[in-house]
């Protein structure tokens, strides 16, 4: 592991990766949390996390007349939340079981007040372990945390200035956690064919909704490489995308994901990595764009246009 100050942190999936997995299952339980409040926008926007100055937030969960928001605070090690009503709770972020989490979470938000009806299973994952039942889940290494936070930092960056060359329907920089990810996802502007699904444990109307326009999709995530991937795909996929050359030296075209891929490693590694991540978002929504024959012209933009 790196310094935790360096701007592009090394971090080996194999050296946390019992500690990743216990996240993700803490994050589908605060994400099924605000899931269970939070009205129906397309494609499931309603549900993600975003990348708060410290950590993973909800941002604000409509509860009432008044609102609430649970943060995993990466830097002081807590799980924070936040209620209008000037109410406070939380838990410290530790090593303990999924099932000790979920149940001290559900009796923070009982002691204020906050009910909170989900389905206690998690999605997109096999096995399915209730949460109420998960004792295998039970890792959680604070620095390694920290450090997958500030990779998080740097990505959300970079794809946030990523998506501001773009005026059509484009989704916010947020982090799914049934896939555990950050994403960003640019739209033609027209239907797609309905999704196969597939998914475990994710019933196929989930993916139905999720890509029910065409679209092309980039993010990171903790896996695809030694140190996690950005990562590149379309739906539907046009003729011809897997074929496309993309840049920078490094980036390629995955068989196994079906999408393309670029090692963490390989940008934080390279003379300018700012340039290198925004290489490869540009030239591969191109390839999917061009290929798709999107309206780029009436479709994108200079976000330096007023300066």
């Not at 999924?98 to 096999?126: H, K, Q, S, T, W």
């Not at 372990?129 to 998960?134: E, H, Q």
């Not at 990523?162 to 484009?170: A, E, L, P, T, Y």
């Not at 920089?173 to 960003?184: K, M, T």
């Amino acid at each position: 592991m790196s310094s935790p100050t360096t701007a592009w942190p090394s971090l080996r999936v194999a050296d946390w990766t019992p500690t990743r997995d216990t996240l993700h299952m803490w994050t589908q339980i605060v994400g099924k949390i605000r899931m269970a409040h939070a009205p129906l926008l397309n494609h499931w926007w309603q549900v993600p996390l975003y990348v708060s100055p410290r950590g993973l937030t909800t941002s604000a969960i409509p509860y009432g007349a008044g609102a609430f928001e649970i943060e995993f605070d990466f830097l002081g090690r807590q799980l924070e939340i936040r209620s209008s009503d000037g109410g406070t709770g939380g838990l410290p972020l530790r090593a303990m079981p999924v099932a000790e989490f979920y149940a001290r979470l559900m009796a923070e938000l009982d002691r204020l007040g906050i009910e909170a009806p989900i389905r206690p299973r998690p999605n997109e994952v096999d096995p399915a372990i209730p949460f109420p039942d998960d004792h295998d889940h039970a890792s959680y290494d604070g620095e390694a945390a920290t450090l997958f936070w500030r990779q998080l930092l740097q990505a959300n960056r970079i794809i946030g200035e990523f998506r501001s060359h773009f005026v059509g329907k484009v989704s916010p920089v947020h982090f799914f956690w049934g896939s555990f990810d950050l994403a960003c996802t640019r739209f033609s502007g027209r239907p797609a064919p309905p999704h196969p699904g597939g998914v475990p444990n994710c019933g196929d109307w989930v993916m139905v909704e999720g890509y029910s326009r065409e679209l092309s999709s980039c993010g990171f995530w903790p896996g695809g490489g030694d140190e996690g991937a950005f990562y590149s795909y379309a739906y539907p996929a046009p003729d011809g995308f897997a074929d496309q050359p993309v840049g920078p030296d490094g980036a390629y075209f995955s068989e196994k994901f079906q999408q393309f891929l670029l090692p963490y490693e390989a940008a934080r590694t390279a003379p300018d990595p700012d340039r290198a991540v925004a290489e490869f978002l540009h030239t591969t929504y191109a390839a999917a764009a061009d290929l798709g024959a999107w309206d780029r012209a009436a479709l994108e933009d200079d976000p330096h246009r007023w300066n």
